[in-house]
């Protein structure tokens, strides 16, 4: 079986622990990598219980199973018995771990036959782990069928595709995410570069609603009850709005996520709104970025970061 984790991860996994053996879970992060594409390729996916949290959620194509049971016994469960000759690898090109949180991005690749035809079915796959109860357990797992494969070559960005020699797209599809406290938060969204644009009362024009992204409206989405500027906002998938101004802005979590840019927008779906002011940034951010950031007390820090500009608001799990 060909290892699927990279040095960088082998590396921080045995530094992390270096100078506190008492905090040292009984597994590693590359021990579940392992179980999971073992338990796949072996079609026996009953070790993988000790390994999935039970608030655990899986993705797959932008759905919600409700948890890893129904998906071991459903999708996934099915999928595996169905298929003969079958081979699961993944590969892992991205990887921020610490002492208590793991978050992977990479590759998979499933090779098979299904009813005499041929399956090669590949995409991105993107883990989240965390330590509970002394040990490495997976808490998001998610797989977005024929997406582009992840790579830590960032010079690639508006190059052209070696298998299709189609210009890369401008503002590609990708997600960022984080826990506050035991409470997951995923953002999905479509990122534009700034390429020499003006950014603010230009290509994004002031006191208008705004998708936050590009495409489709940005979505976040919150594994359990949240509190946001003293709102409770329930479990549950949401779009996420600004309207920029010149010195404040105004961040919205609204009810319709399942739209193009904010075409559909609707304020009265909207679920909070609140006031904050942008900070303006040293260096140049020309990809838009979100970032999910654990701050303690059950909270996260959930930013969005683009050309000289970013803002943030506070999620508390309650």
Known sequence: MKKLFTTLILAATALMYACDDSAKPENTVNDVLDLFVNSVNDK?????????SPKAKIYEQGSVDDSWEHYRDGHLGKEIEEMQNMTF??????SL?????????GNYLIRGEMQGQQINSDGLVTLSMQVEDG???????????G??????DHATHGATSEDTGKPKPKSPKT????????THVHID???????????????????????TGAHRATAI?????????????????YGFFTIPGEKEWTLIINENWDQHMSDDYDKSLDVVRMKVKPEVLSENQESLTYSVTEIGDAQAEVSMSWEKLKVSFKVKAL
């Open 44 to 52: 026996n996916l009953e070790p993988l219980n000790a390994v999935f």
């Open 89 to 94: 690898s993944l590969d892992v090109a991205e």
């Open 97 to 105: 771990i610490n002492k208590e949180m793991a978050l992977l991005r």
């Open 135 to 145: 040990m490495w357990k997976i808490i998001h797992l998610q797989f977005s069928r």
């Open 147 to 152: 997406c582009k494969k992840a790579t830590t």
């Open 175 to 182: 997600s960022a995410m984080g826990n506050a406290g035991d």
């Open 189 to 211: 969204y479509s990122s534009p570069s700034v390429r020499g644009r003006t950014i603010w009362g230009g290509l994004v024009e002031y006191d208008k609603v705004w998708a």
């Open 221 to 237: 989405n919150f594994s359990e009850d949240v509190e946001i500027n003293n709102t409770k906002v329930p479990a549950g998938k």
